[in-house]
């Protein structure tokens, strides 16, 4: 339907009348390019505006499908491309300055381009639309044709653009990569072939890539089996498998922003990070360019982000968002920012114009500037863009001259209408929404978000000002609305407050007061006829709960503003009596309702269906609600809400709706006489609409396509174009910083100062009866504070403001019931997660998790939790065992058949066998064939049948793999049930063990308190991790919270309490028997034998007399008594003994039974952890099971991507083998029409003499010279400084310059063709002949060059053809290979299983033994070889050890006697030693003196006498010397001091002399190079003789270090024991 309204309407007419669009105004939301040199043109709405930079006059474009989407320009053949966005789009060519439409290019695209291109030479465009298609095509725009077309899904480009050096390149970019795509061309055919850039990562380093498909560096693991591609592990088979990688291996790369060619086909790309990329065109590399970084005013801005790139000589030029554009200077490998210009706002665009003589820069803003090179740059504001697109627009009285518009930011302009060049403007620097123009006076009113109206004097144009401002409330002004004579101004803010404000500014703009309507205002109406007194008033709002309309009108006298104080009440509100406000409703939806100016009629625009209605209003009057009925309904043929103006003469109605369109229609008839498409559907339609008060001028509005467009009449004539006056750039500076009240609250607080003026006396007797009651209620609370708890009443019941206390008690309530039903909540969802864990980990298991623990040690003993196994479970096991039944006893049937080679072998057989034997088999067949050690676990030691388990070393398909995992399972589950069968027994065992302590301590209790001992009885009891369950229910003793009981159930309790009390009371006293056997015997009628320990004898009376007075009976009684009580001892003695044995045997009885389950429970637990090591062992036979089936399945979704790859690869083959035969058919047709071509140039040639044989053989000779001759071409020279600016200078491979270049040849053999070049005496009809036919040869000539250039075009086409089936039958040959890899891979870890063997320490043997899993040099044998050869190795190494040891015990008997021959050769040699030594024994003087002299002693003291004094003599002499010396070595240091300053002086002057030295040193260096070369020669031979030095004393070490280690081997061999053998 919106397709069919869409549909051309550029000028509709009905009755004469048409309208047309005399301009449109708007800023460039898109790039803008240059058309030509002078030329710029930018897209907006439906409209492509044309902007010649030096006049600055504007030419409009419009689009017939509504809005415009992309644009592209070709200079070269000036032109412009545009595509609209319709379903379906199209692309216009239009030729410029004519602007008539050269072509319209239609694809198959559904919904938008995105980007379109023009080569820089040829008439190529490139076109991309996003979604669904992602297509990029290639267009000859001239023919009309697509060339070839590709389709990339899920690859969104953001800019596009041709190489300017080559045509047959193109460069795509978007955010996340960039890609060349290559235009390869044979003969006819187009074929496009893209590239992907390989990006760096985000630190500008390069990440290198493994190959997905066929990785080379994947790690071996022989334990694990073979290691698979991570597309294999994730299970992917299709195309998705080459391109997988998991989040891990996903690093970030750079974000290229824009990217620009080079003259040299490379490419420079910006990136968000700050990186210069360039890629070189051919190879695609890489380089990431280095920054130089130098001290400069980038300091505060060294991150630049460039934004927008073009290429200059030597680098580029580059702009972020800081408003700063750089420039780039690049040079090997690196480059240097500089700043070139400043611009105000963020550069989103550049570009440089043709001739490259200026450059465009554009700003987010919208403004576009022109820079111009030269010796003196200028910086020229093309546009200058408002802040925002436009908010309101209105006509300055009385609209032929001027007009005013509005900015969300609070920009307001004045425009001449006639150009749309501003005038001025002025800043409210606060968010606006709309704006009103004064038809009475030159003024205007703007509305804001704060809810404040400015009031704007336009008197003089060039420089409005701020007369007044009005701040009406707190809510957002929606409406300002003047009436015809500009009487009154209608605010409607957005909480349902209409204000009427008088709209003379010699009034200063008052508030004469407000009506409340509803809160949603949809449009404010008036009509004010000056025959009339009166203004009437309509307000539309809607109600949208009940899907109505509602209308309030209300009348305004003209004298209002005199009168104001008797309509309005104190607090502003007029008075609805007054004002005649009556109520209406409609019972459908309105967008748009206006009041016709006789007001007996209103015109509603429905908002639901297509529809105008008129609504007659009553005459008479009506209290309450009044339902309006459709008179008169009209088709609008327009969809979407819309909105309804009436000119100022009331009898146009115009309508502007969503679609975009403008409708005039007559107000009696509705119908219309004339309509405009102005905006689309697309934009979201128009948003406003403004009439001239003479209906000449219409300005209209665009919602959301930014564009203003001004229609005029047809027939009007237009006058001269003014002259642009400068617009003035004031601000508005606040200057009052206080804050402002609301004019309706000033008025709410005048009126109630006037409240309390007028009843101040009241209020202060009420005041003072408040003090005096306030001071008695204190005087109460401090009563109430001195009172008992009881008689105490709440500090509440003192508050005398009911309502404030009920008010607080409904709050408290409130916040009482949320608390509640928070609680709840949170109760429920406690209550539902543990219904779920419940369920979960209770409910659902079969076995119930509990534990055992031990009477007396701390020892635990869990059960097995299990589910019970599910109805799918088992009936896959019922299966499995049925399957190894069926095999089993077909492996016997076939063993038998093998075995049986004789039937009476086999009768006999079968006849000896008895029944203990078939018993025995019944049991062996339950039994595994297998031993523990193979079977991998102890799964037999719980009598789990195991014999239909297969072997490991036999599990080689998946189907048995999966049949031994529902096996094992199935293994397991029986081993916890027999453990749990196990312990469910010990769990009755101890339960029954606790019952018989209780029985028994029950009489141990009794005997306890019989003999009044204090001991403990012990009682065990079950925990609460015996009894799980108890978990569940809460018992009365957990709860820790004290129950919440009313007072009137307390007191109902006491009271049955007390009853029962009186009653019990009244039945003791009653019953006298029991009371009487109470009193006399106890309470019971025999005595027990339990009593005699508290059976005492009553003493006789007289015992309470003295001894000497008691009488003989009483002696009598008195030994009767003494026996009895001997006797009552004796029994008493007797029966604790007794009860102590019996005590003393039950706990004995109880201490054997606990230990015994003790015991039994430490079994339990041994078997508990045996239970476990075989649940373990099962669970890890089925998880390397599992990882087999796992690595399985990795197997086959390898096995099946390279099948698929492979089958692609062939496909492709295929296509590329097609390719190659084509192209080589094509070629070699072209070749052989090349041939004919130039054989008949050839012949021509050849056949030249021929054909002028009849003339002479001279002139036939002048005219083949002439025949030869070429004309030569002159090439235009295009000027000097032009050429030195383009750095892509003369762009090649154009197919326009091709053909001028051939009308220039053309007409230069027309001139070759002159007569006047004709030889004499040559026959005019000869020459008309000879030129003929060398225009023949010329034409054939640059056809046999065309052909060449095209021939070798084809070959190239075709090499690369041919190189592309090379490459994928390489790619199938390495698939061939892969697969066969993979399939020997396959074989060797089926056959290679993994098995789980049960081994003990020792039987792992091998030379060098580790923990670890690789048993490379292992070999996996039977245990009973290893036994018997280990027994054989035994015997044979005790006979070896016999027979060592009695050669031992023979080498033992040698080495004795030798030793004792040894022994007695030294003894002998001591001897004579120590003879000689008697023989030579030295007798000294002392030795004598000590033997003759008798007193030795005395002589000895006298001797140390003399000795003493020589030591004292010797010390006195040594002090004295001591003394000396430390004379002299006090002389020797002040002789020290004196040498140190002499030193410190001379080490002064040797410093200066070392500075002189070192400077003759510099000196002589520096001026000759003898002296240096010297020095070298002596330095040289100094090192040659210190070498020689070294040589000889390295070898004189070598020698010694020979004769030490030759020493040192001697002495080792000199005490190196030797075992000689015997």
Not at 234 to 254: I, S
Not at 607 to 635: A, D, F, N, R, T
Not at 644 to 662: D, E, M, P, Q
Not at 898 to 924: C, F, M, P, W
């Amino acid at each position: 339907m919106a397709q069919g309204r869409e549909r051309d309407e550029g000028y509709h007419s009905a009755g004469g009348a048409s309208l047309s669009v005399r301009w449109v105004q708007g800023f460039p939301k898109q790039n803008v390019h240059f058309v030509n040199n002078n030329t710029i043109c930018y897209p907006c709405g439906n409209y492509v505006i044309f902007i010649n930079i030096e006049t600055k006059n504007k030419t409009v474009l419009q689009c017939s499908n509504g809005i415009v989407g992309v644009v592209a320009t070709n200079i070269p053949y000036e032109v412009v491309a545009f595509s609209d966005r319709k379903l379906k789009p199209l692309i216009y060519i239009y030729s410029f300055p004519g602007l008539t439409r050269r072509t319209k290019l239609k694809g198959n695209i559904l919904l938008d381009y995105t980007l379109l291109s023009f080569s820089y030479c040829g008439t190529y465009l490139a076109s991309y639309s996003s979604l669904p298609e992602f297509e990029l095509a290639l267009w000859n725009w001239e023919s009309n044709i697509i060339l070839c077309k590709k389709s990339q899904p899920g690859m969104d480009v953001n800019q596009m653009s041709f190489n300017p050096m080559n045509w047959r390149q193109l460069c795509l970019s978007s955010p996340s990569a960039v890609s060349v795509w290559t235009i390869e061309r044979s003969n006819q055919e187009h074929h496009f072939r893209a590239r992907s850039v390989k990006l760096p990562l985000e630190d500008g380093s390069f990440f290198n890539e493994t190959d997905v498909v066929f990785p080379q560096s994947l790690p071996k693991d022989l334990i694990y089996g073979p290691v698979l591609p991570l597309s294999a592990i994730a299970g992917l088979v299709g195309e998705e498998a080459e391109t997988f990688r998991p989040k891990d291996d996903l690093y970030p790369l750079l974000h290229p922003t824009m990217h620009c060619w080079t003259p040299t086909s490379d490419l420079y790309i910006g990136c968000e990070e700050g990186h210069l990329l360039m890629i070189n065109g051919d190879t695609l590399k890489v380089t990431v360019l280095n920054k130089i970084e130098e001290e400069s005013p980038l300091g505060r801005r060294n991150f630049i982000s460039p934004v927008t790139l073009v290429y200059q000589k030597e680098g580029v030029l580059a702009s972020g968002i800081d408003g700063f554009v750089y420039s780039f200077i690049i040079k090997d490998g690196s480059y240097m920012i500089k700043d070139f210009l400043e611009i105000e706002r963020p550069v989103e665009h550049m570009t440089f114009s043709p001739n490259y003589t200026m450059l465009l820069i554009q700003t987010d803003k919208g403004s576009v500037y022109i820079y111009t090179f030269g010796e003196e740059p200028t910086l020229n504001k093309v546009l200058d863009a408002c802040d925002g697109k436009f908010q309101a627009v209105d006509f300055i009285t009385p609209g032929t001259q001027h007009f005013m518009t509005l900015t969300h930011s609070g920009e307001i302009c004045v425009w001449w209408l006639e150009d749309c060049s501003c005038v001025s403007k002025i800043y409210l620097n606060t968010p606006a929404t709309v704006l009103a123009c004064c038809p009475s006076s030159l003024s205007a009113a703007v509305g804001t978000e704060g809810g404040s109206v400015y009031f704007i004097s336009v008197y003089d144009k060039e420089s409005p000002q701020v007369v007044d401002k009005a701040f009406l409330s707190e809510s957002s002004v929606q409406h300002v609305t003047y009436d015809q004579r500009g009487i009154f101004l209608l605010v409607g803010t957005s909480e349902g407050k209409v204000f009427i404000i008088c709209a003379s500014s010699s009034r200063s703009f008052r508030i004469i007061g407000f009506t409340e309507v509803a809160k949603d205002i949809l449009q404010i109406s008036t009509v004010s006829l000056s025959e009339t007194d009166i203004v009437e008033v309509m307000v539309l709002s809607s109600l949208p709960e009940a899907g109505r309309s509602r209308l309030e009108m209300f009348t305004l006298p003209t004298l209002l503003p005199q009168v104001s104080t008797i309509f309005a009440d104190e607090r502003g509100r007029l008075k609805d009596e007054i004002i005649h406000k009556y109520l209406y409703e409609l019972e459908h939806t309105l967008s748009s309702a206006v009041l016709d100016f006789q007001s007996k009629q209103i015109y509603g625009f429905c908002s639901q269906v297509p529809y105008i209605c008129s609504y007659l209003l009553p005459k008479e009057e009506h209290m309450g609600i009044y339902i309006l009925k459709p008179y008169k309904k009209v088709q609008s043929r327009q969809y979407g809400p819309g909105m309804l103006y009436l000119s100022s003469h009331g009898l146009w109605l115009i309508t502007i709706a969503k679609c975009g369109i403008l409708c005039i229609r007559d107000v009696y008839t509705l119908e219309t006489f004339a309509r405009c498409r102005s905006n689309s559907h697309q934009g979201r339609g128009i948003q406003s609409m403004r009439i001239s008060m003479d209906g000449q001028n219409i300005l209209v509005n665009g919602r959301d396509d930014g564009t203003l467009v001004y229609l005029k009449w047809k027939y009007v004539q237009y006058s001269k174009q003014k002259a642009s006056i400068d617009s003035s750039q004031d601000e508005l500076v606040p200057t009052d910083v206080k804050k402002e009240i609301p004019w309706i609250q000033q008025k709410s607080q005048e009126a109630i100062k006037k409240e309390v003026n007028l009843f101040s006396k009241k209020r202060k007797e009420i005041k003072e009866g408040i003090k005096s009651l306030s001071k008695t209620i204190l005087n109460m609370m401090e009563e109430n504070d001195k009172l008992e708890n009881i008689a105490k009443l709440d500090q509440q019941e003192f508050g005398l403001d009911l309502e404030e206390l009920e008010r607080l008690h409904d709050e408290s309530q409130e916040e009482v019931a949320k608390m509640i039903k928070d609680v709840e909540m949170h109760n429920l969802a406690k209550s539902y997660l543990a219904e779920l864990i419940k369920e979960e980990c209770w409910n659902s298991m079969a076995v119930k998790g509990r534990a055992l623990k031990c009477f007396h040690i701390p020892c635990v003993v869990e059960n097995f939790p299990m589910k019970a196994r599910t109805v799918e479970e088992l009936k896959e096991l019922e299966r499995v065992l049925q399957q190894k039944k069926i095999e089993a006893e077909c492996l016997k049937l076939r063993k038998e058949i093998v075995e049986a080679q004789s039937g009476v072998i086999l009768v006999k057989k079968r006849h000896e066998e008895d029944d203990e034997e078939e018993e025995e088999e019944d049991k062996t067949v339950k039994c595994s064939n297998l031993p523990n050690y193979l079977l991998g676990s102890l799964s037999t030691d719980f009598g789990v049948d195991t014999s239909l388990l297969s072997s490991q070393l036999q599990l080689h398909s998946r189907e048995e793999k999966i049949n031994q995992i529902i096996l094992l399972k199935d293994i397991i589950y029986k081993v916890k049930t027999a453990f749990n069968n196990e312990f469910d027994a010990a769990y009755k065992q101890k339960e029954f063990e606790i019952t018989r302590v209780k029985e028994r301590n029950v009489r141990i209790r009794e005997i306890i308190v019989d003999l009044e001992l204090e001991e403990a009885v012990w009682q065990p009891e079950f925990e609460d991790c015996e009894k799980p369950e108890r978990t569940l229910v809460v018992q009365d003793e957990e709860i820790t919270a004290h129950k919440h009981v009313m007072p009137w159930h307390k007191a109902r309790e006491e009271l049955i309490v007390n009853r029962e009390t009186e009653r019990w009371l009244l039945i003791q006293g009653a019953n006298t028997r029991l009371r009487a056997l109470m009193d006399m015997m106890g309470g019971v009628l025999e005595v027990k034998k339990e009593d005699i320990l508290r059976m005492v004898i009553p003493q006789p009376a007289f015992m309470a007399k003295p001894d000497a007075v008691w009488t003989e009976e009483e002696r009598k009684q008195f030994k009767d008594y003494e026996k009895k009580v001997k006797e009552l001892n004796e029994e008493r003695d007797k029966y604790r003994k007794s009860l102590e044995a019996e005590l003393k045997k039950l706990q004995n009885s109880i201490q054997e039974s606990t230990q015994a389950f003790d015991e039994h429970l430490k079994r339990l637990f041994e078997r508990r952890v045996k239970a476990e090591l075989v649940t373990n062992q099962e669970e890890l036979k089925i998880s390397n099971l599992a990882f087999s089936l796992l690595l399985d399945e990795e197997l086959s979704s390898r096995e099946k991507f390279l099948n698929n790859y492979l089958t692609r690869k062939q496909l492709e083959k295929s296509q590329t083998s097609e390719a190659v035969r084509k192209s080589r058919e094509d070629l070699d047709v072209y070749k052989e029409h090349y041939d004919n071509l130039l054989a008949e140039d050839k012949v021509m040639d050849r056949s030249f003499k021929k054909e002028f044989s009849e003339i002479p053989g001279h002139q036939v000779d002048i005219l083949y010279k002439l025949f030869k001759r070429r004309p030569r071409i002159s090439k235009q020279k295009t000027h000097s400084e032009t050429t030195s600016a383009v750095p892509f200078g003369e762009l090649p491979g154009s197919g326009k310059l091709s053909k001028d270049a051939f009308a220039q040849l053309m007409k230069a053999m027309d001139e070759l063709d002159n007569i006047s070049n004709m030889p004499e005496g040559l026959n005019p009809l000869v020459w008309n002949h000879f030129c003929m036919t060398r225009r023949a040869k010329v034409e054939n000539e640059q056809k046999v060059k065309q052909k060449a250039a095209d021939l070798l075009e084809m070959a190239t086409f075709l090499r690369k053809r041919v190189e592309e089936e090379e490459k994928v039958q390489q790619e199938i040959e390495r698939v061939f290979h892969e697969l066969i890899l993979l399939q020997e891979e396959k074989v060797r870890f089926q056959l290679n299983l993994t098995i789980q063997i049960l081994l003990k320490q020792g039987q792992v043997e091998l030379e060098n033994f580790q923990l670890v899993l690789e048993y490379s040099d292992a070999i996996l044998i039977n245990r009973n070889i290893i036994e018997d050869l280990n027994s054989v190795i035994r015997t044979q190494g005790q006979k070896k050890i016999a027979s060592m040891m009695e050669t031992k015990d023979v080498h033992k008997r040698i080495l004795q006697i030798e030793w004792e021959h040894k022994k007695m050769e030294m003894e002998r040699e001591d001897l004579n030693q120590k003879a000689w030594d008697i023989q030579m024994l030295f007798f000294s003087r002392d030795r004598q003196k000590y033997l003759n002299e008798p007193n030795y002693e005395a002589l000895i003291s006298i001797q140390i006498g003399i000795m003493e004094q020589t030591i004292a003599v010797l010390d006195k002499t040594h002090k004295k010397n001591v003394e000396n010396c430390k004379k002299l070595l006090k002389k020797l240091g002040k002789f020290s001091n004196q040498k140190d300053i002499a030193n410190y002086t001379l080490s002064c002057n040797l410093r200066e002399e070392l500075v002189a030295v070192s400077e003759r040193k510099d000196i002589c260096n520096a001026m000759g190079s003898k002296l240096t070369c010297e020095k070298i020669v002596k330095e040289r031979y100094e090192n040659m003789m210190q070498q020689q030095k070294l040589t000889h004393i390295s070898k004189q070490q070598a020698e010694q270090i020979s004769i030490l280690q030759t020493e040192v081997e001697r002495l080792r061999m000199k005490t190196f024991p030797a075992l000689v053998q015997m």
